[in-house]
Nanobody, 123 residues
Framework: QVQLVESGGGLVQPGGSLRLSCDAS????KAWFRQAPGKEREFVAA????????LYADSVKGRFTISRDKTKNTVYLQMDNLIPEDTAVYYC????????????????????WGQGTQVTVSS
């Protein structure tokens, strides 16, 4: 059974950085989503299996970087220049099959989810 395990969340001041990690063994395409209180879950970033192809939400482009370690089946989300609007629970997600690029931003395409890790950006 595939289980995704995230780590790395916490409290950081505006302008600071955090790196999230996720053991995503057994999955193909991998992504990060987030959900703030009272809001729907939203796409943050994704990386395509077997390639270096990445996708980002406009709100995080240039500040966040998704990457993967093939040997460890781990996916990372490096978050720099954090702002209060980035405060949310961040979820790692993975698929049981390869997706077409245009569908990688949709949460319903992902088969496996982590438990979530809280990121709070506040002074």
């Amino acid at each position: 059974q595939v289980q995704l395990v995230e780590s790395g969340g916490g409290l950081v001041q505006p302008g600071g950085s955090l790196r999230l990690s996720c053991d995503a063994s057994g999955t193909y395409d991998k992504a990060w989503f987030r959900q703030a209180p009272g809001k729907e879950r939203e796409f943050v970033a994704a990386v395509r299996w077997g390639t270096t192809t990445t996708l980002y939400a406009d709100s995080v482009k240039g500040r966040f970087t998704i990457s993967r370690d093939k040997t460890k089946n781990t996916v990372y989300l490096q978050m720099d220049n954090l702002i209060p609007e980035d405060t949310a629970v961040y979820y790692c997600a993975g698929t049981a099959r390869r997706l077409i690029l245009s569908s990688m931003r949709s949460s319903i395409q992902y088969d496996y989810w982590g438990q979530g890790t809280q990121v709070t950006v506040s002074s």
